[in-house]
């Protein structure tokens, strides 16, 4: 019991594990079944003589640590990094101890030592996983020196020194190299998940605002009616008490705070931001970008929006849906622009008959050059002094490329920053005004 406790108070139990135990211990039956299952037939079907005690002696601990693991702890059992790469450092030190007693390189079976390292890269952090890298290197080049020989019936097969000396090489190289490229595609998954994450998150928010804003708009609408009948028959007793009642004043109050009540009213129905205005909820394009930049306006940084046709076209400014998705990847990249602007940001909006183009402009530093043709990609640093991630940039640029948009990136030549957002307008115009667009691809690359 007491070594049951032990145990228990040492094995990391956090919901937030990167692994659940179950799983490893499931991959470990597997290994336990192909090694048993290995030993016997070369022992008694193919004839050859292994040192049955020892490496039986081997798995049967494996399999009374995943027993042991299974009885203590629950199902739902979460592994920390360090808990998860103990458990993956006993297989390689396991495999080493078998590989030792049946041949050591020269057992076909030593590929296996990549599996452990494999699973690590996938689940665990940089450091945990180097660490078990040079766990296996360790372990490679010792079984290389130090083994049985491998039984034959008849005379020992001996194989070159230089066949095994490529045959070491070959598995210290392999195991570095599907360690760094495993964990390399992993983090990116890992970091395109959590970019995802947060972008669903931020949208979200926005619709709830919007929706918030269009529930004010709607009470302030109800309720405006009876307010302004309240008005003017309060006005009217006003007008027909005498000059000395003792209810003037409080009918004089009365009236005040009335019209104090339609003032509150008026500014919640400007929450709606345009979304109420007209039947199908739609509203101008310039007046949408207006929308978008009214919660970043400084003193010390002022947005201007600019409207214009595009190329002089006579086209009439085309009215778009008020969508979230535009709302906060304009939001978003207004506020990129005012954070790195050293005076102003300027945001032109043009349109023609077939095409709508946003371009938010600022005189800041520019983009880094280097990091032009990746920018809009997740978790991408964009600031030199401060290393900022680039989730707001990326989740500006998903978005506005759900609502059918190309985003571009480009630098200035006088100097400062420049985001080209370009829609067909068609596609622009045919947006509904409610409703999700496609979904985001939490698998997308």
Known sequence: MAIANWLESRTPRALGGPIRLRTLILIRWVAITGQLVSLLAVHFTLGFELPLLPTLGAVALSALVNLLSTVLWPPQTRLGDTGAALYLGYDVIQLSVLLALTGGLQNPFAFLFVVPVTVAATILSLRSTMALCGLALICISLVSVFHWPLPWAGATLLLPALYLTGTWAALVLGTVFIAAYTFRVSAEARAMVDAYGALQAALAREQRVSALGALAAAAAHELGTPLSTILLVTKEIARDLPADSPLGDDVRLL???????????????????????????????????????????????????????????????????????????????????????????????????????????????????????????????????????????????????????????HNRQGGGAQVSVEWPRAILESLPTEGALRPVDMGRP
């Open 255 to 409: 009236v005040e705070q009335t019209g104090r009540c339609r003032e509150i009213l008026g500014r919640l129905s400007g929450l709606s931001q345009g979304a109420l205005d007209s039947p199908y909820g739609r509203l101008p394009i310039s007046a949408l970008a207006e929308a978008a930049a009214a919660p970043l306006r400084t003193r010390e940084r002022g947005v201007r929006i600019v409207p214009e046709p595009l190329d002089g076209s006579p086209a009439r400014e085309p009215e778009i849906a008020r969508r979230a998705e535009i709302m906060h990847g304009l939001g978003n990249l207004i506020e990129n622009a005012v954070e790195f602007s050293r005076q102003a940001v300027e945001v032109r909006v043009r349109w023609s008959e077939k095409q709508v183009a946003i371009d938010v402009l600022d005189d800041g530093p520019g983009f880094p050059p280097g990091l032009l043709a990746e920018l809009g990609e997740p978790y991408l640093s964009t600031r030199r002094d401060e290393g900022r991630l680039g989730l707001g940039l990326f989740i500006a640029k998903t978005l506005l490329e759900r609502t059918g948009a190309r985003v571009a990136f």
